[in-house]
C-alpha cells in the first residue's frame, strides 16, 4: 500500500471502531481501544473522538463516505429508482466488510433507547446524503417525507443484508429492487399520493402534473421535469359511472374501504 493509498486517520479510527466492536462488543468502543487498534495516539484519538459515541459516529461517517465515493453527478435521464438502487447498493457494499460489527449493533438497540434515538438521527443524515447522491432534494418537508420514506426502505433491506451470505449480495440486491418497486406502487395506489396528479415524493423537485384537465395545478415556483413522470393510477380523471339505484345502496360504516 502507497502512502496516497493509506486510510485517513478517520478512516483509520472507523475502521477500528467496527474492528472492536467486531472482537469484544460495542461496549468496549472507547478511544483507548481504538487507538491500539487503529495503531494511532490514544492522545490524539481521544482529542479528536472524546468518547463511545463521538467514534461510533465516526464509524458511521466511513461508511457514508465509502458508499458516495466515487460518485458522479446523477444522470437526470435515468429512473430515480435505478439511481437509489445504485447508492443504497454502494452503502451495503461498504458495510460488507463490517456485517457483525453492524448486526450486533443492531441487535442492541432495543436494549438502548438512547442509543436508538441517536442511531435515528444518524440513519436520517445518510438518507439524506442517499438522496442527494441520486440527484434528489433532501430539503424542506418533502426532503423529510423523502428521508422518512427511504430509511424505512433501507432497514427493511438491512434485514436480509444481516443475513445474506452470498458473495455478491444476490439476496440483498434482490430484496432492495423489490422494496424500491413497492415504493412506485404504493406511491401510484394510495389516494393523495399516486392519484390525482400528486408526485411520486422520491421524484426530484419541479415535478408537477403534466396533464391538461387534470386539476391540479404546480406548486409555487415548481415546474415539470423531464425525469420526473406524474405518477397517476388509472381511471381517475373520470367520476365512476353509478351502477345501483340510488336508495339501494349498501351500508358502509365510515372508514371501511
Do not use: C, Q
Amino acid at each position: 500500500m502507497t502512502a496516497s493509498d493509506a486510510p485517513t486517520d478517520f478512516d483509520a479510527i472507523g475502521a477500528a471502531v467496527f474492528a472492536v466492536a467486531t472482537a469484544k462488543g460495542w461496549s468496549k468502543v472507547t478511544p483507548a481501544e481504538v487507538a491500539f487498534h487503529a495503531g494511532l495516539d490514544p492522545r490524539d484519538v481521544a482529542r479528536s473522538h472524546p468518547g463511545h459515541e463521538a467514534l461510533v459516529d465516526e464509524a458511521f461517517r466511513m461508511i457514508d463516505r465509502h458508499a458516495l465515493e466515487g460518485r458522479t453527478e446523477p444522470d437526470p435521464s435515468e429512473p430515480v429508482r435505478e439511481r437509489l438502487f445504485d447508492v443504497l447498493m454502494a452503502r451495503f457494499e461498504a458495510l460488507k466488510p463490517h456485517r457483525e460489527a453492524v448486526d450486533r449493533y443492531v441487535r442492541g438497540l432495543p436494549l438502548h433507547p438512547m442509543t436508538g434515538m441517536i442511531s435515528a438521527l444518524r440513519l436520517g443524515r445518510s438518507m439524506a446524503l442517499s438522496l442527494e447522491a441520486a440527484g434528489i432534494s433532501a430539503s424542506g418537508v418533502r426532503g423529510y417525507v423523502r428521508i422518512k420514506g427511504l430509511a424505512y426502505t433501507y432497514l427493511w433491506v438491512l434485514r436480509v443484508f444481516l443475513s445474506d451470505d452470498t458473495e455478491d449480495l444476490a439476496r440483498t440486491m434482490a430484496a432492495l429492487d423489490k422494496a424500491l418497486k413497492n415504493v412506485d406502487d404504493i406511491v401510484a395506489m394510495v389516494p393523495g399520493l399516486g392519484s390525482g396528479g400528486v408526485r411520486n415524493p422520491f421524484a426530484g423537485p419541479g415535478a408537477a402534473a403534466a396533464e391538461t384537465g387534470s386539476g391540479m395545478e404546480p406548486a409555487p415556483g415548481e415546474g415539470a421535469g423531464p425525469d420526473e413522470p406524474v405518477m397517476k393510477a388509472p381511471g381517475t380523471d373520470a367520476r365512476p359511472a353509478r351502477t345501483t339505484p340510488t336508495g339501494d345502496e349498501p351500508e358502509i360504516e365510515p372508514g371501511d374501504d
